[in-house]
């Protein structure tokens, strides 16, 4: 498959609402975490920046959860197009013990699997390659793809996942 034949979209996949580590935090142990490590991050203003500026590019889906908050939710329904769809999951992860108080214990089991719900309806769109984004990114797009068009002419890629 040559580069001219490919086409990416984009899977914005997580909660609207990211709750999580920054920089000061990443060296504390998960079970020494306090609430005052953790922030919580407003999502769908972010998420609706990137679809405006890439949504005539890429075809994006956004995965997130039924449980989130109703309010978000519209927001987010608002924006969908026929480049833009968002799909509501409901959570069948497996339960797992919480890794401490304020640290789910399933988060990468919900990652995988609404990012897979997400990459089957990029299949709709005739997608043949994946830009995987946390509803918590915010990411030059064009310039990922650039680097990813360049990765992939030494090895064969399909999904990009930033780190």
């Given at each position: 498959?040559?580069?001219?034949?490919?086409?990416?979209?984009?899977?914005?996949?997580?909660?609207?609402?990211?709750?999580?580590?920054?920089?000061?935090?990443?060296?504390?142990p998960?079970?020494?975490?306090?609430?005052?490590?953790?922030?919580?991050?407003?999502?769908?203003?972010?998420?609706?920046?990137?679809?405006?500026?890439y949504?005539?590019?890429?075809?994006?889906?956004?995965?997130?959860?039924?449980?989130?908050?109703?309010?978000?939710?519209?927001?987010?329904?608002?924006?969908?197009?026929?480049?833009?769809?968002?799909?509501?999951?409901?959570?069948?992860?497996?339960?797992?013990?919480?890794?401490?108080?304020?640290?789910?214990?399933?988060?990468?089991?919900?990652?995988?699997?609404s990012?897979?719900?997400?990459?089957?309806?990029?299949?709709?769109?005739?997608?043949?390659?994946?830009?995987?984004?946390?509803?918590?990114?915010?990411?030059?797009?064009?310039?990922?793809?650039?680097?990813?068009?360049?990765?992939?002419?030494?090895?064969?890629?399909?999904?990009?996942?930033?780190?």
């Open positions: 498959m040559t580069t001219d034949s490919y086409i990416p979209g984009i899977v914005i996949q997580g909660p609207l609402i990211s709750k999580g580590r920054v920089p000061r935090s990443e060296s504390i998960i079970p020494n975490l306090k609430k005052s490590d953790i922030v919580e991050f407003y999502c769908v203003d972010q998420i609706i920046e990137i679809c405006s500026k949504s005539e590019k890429f075809p994006i889906v956004i995965a997130t959860w039924d449980s989130e908050e109703k309010a978000l939710i519209s927001r987010l329904l608002a924006i969908s197009s026929n480049k833009v769809k968002v799909i509501l999951l409901t959570d069948t992860t497996p339960y797992f013990q919480a890794l401490s108080a304020i640290v789910p214990g399933n988060n990468k089991y919900r990652q995988i699997y990012t897979l719900k997400a990459t089957e309806e990029l299949l709709v769109f005739g997608c043949t390659h994946v830009i995987k984004l946390r509803t918590d990114m915010s990411l030059d797009v064009g310039s990922l793809w650039g680097d990813f068009i360049k990765i992939s002419q030494t090895r064969e890629l399909s999904v990009l996942v930033p780190f």
